[in-house]
């Protein structure tokens, strides 16, 4: 059995919260049930477990998120979290699979299907990032006309935005504004 490290706010669980408000709220978005089951192999999750009957609850979880994401002071995007852990049963346990992940916490019972698991460890996962770091590291893209939501996983913690295009498209036309008034 080998034991991984804790990984905080760079946990699965957060980077796969970000990927299904994106996939469901964003203009760009894909949240069919192709699209569902592929976020869920990406980030780590049982994927072969995703029945069709799973989509409306990964896309109605999405759809709460996003009003974390969106929340621009502590005090709201706390109240959120906490209706939702109260909302959900946990039974947290330590599992290992031997996959790479080794030795780790599960907060949904053994039995809870899938959107369940997923809505706890996404959950828990946004919460503990929410008390180490506060709103600093989550947002909705800086980049005009953008939509989609970022969590920063960075060491510097200083990023405001959902891609490096969008980083890289803000900054050339910031550039180029600077120019034109030179």
Not at 13 to 28: I, P
Not at 42 to 55: V, Y
Not at 121 to 131: A, H, I, K
């Amino acid at each position: 059995m080998r034991i991984s490290g804790y990984s905080g706010y760079k946990s699965h669980g957060v980077s796969a919260a970000v990927a299904l408000v994106n996939a469901v709220t964003s203009r760009d978005g894909d949240d069919s049930e192709d699209a569902l089951r592929g976020l869920l192999r990406d980030h780590g999750f049982f994927w072969r477990q995703f029945e069709p009957g799973h989509a409306e609850a990964f896309r109605e979880w999405g759809r709460i998120l996003r009003r974390f994401f969106e929340a621009t002071d502590l005090e709201t995007a706390v109240d959120l979290l906490n209706e939702q852990l109260l909302s959900i049963p946990m039974h947290p346990h330590l599992a290992d699979h031997g996959d790479p992940a080794g030795l780790h916490i599960h907060y949904a019972p053994p039995s809870a299907v899938l959107p369940h698991r997923f809505r706890a460890t996404t959950l828990m996962n946004l919460s503990e990032l929410v008390c180490e770091y506060g709103l600093n590291r989550t947002g909705v893209c800086a980049a005009e006309g953008c939509d989609r939501v970022y969590a920063d996983t960075s060491r510097s913690g200083r990023r405001r935005f959902c891609s490096e295009s969008c980083a890289n498209r803000t900054n050339v036309a910031a550039f180029r504004a600077r120019r034109r008034r030179a």
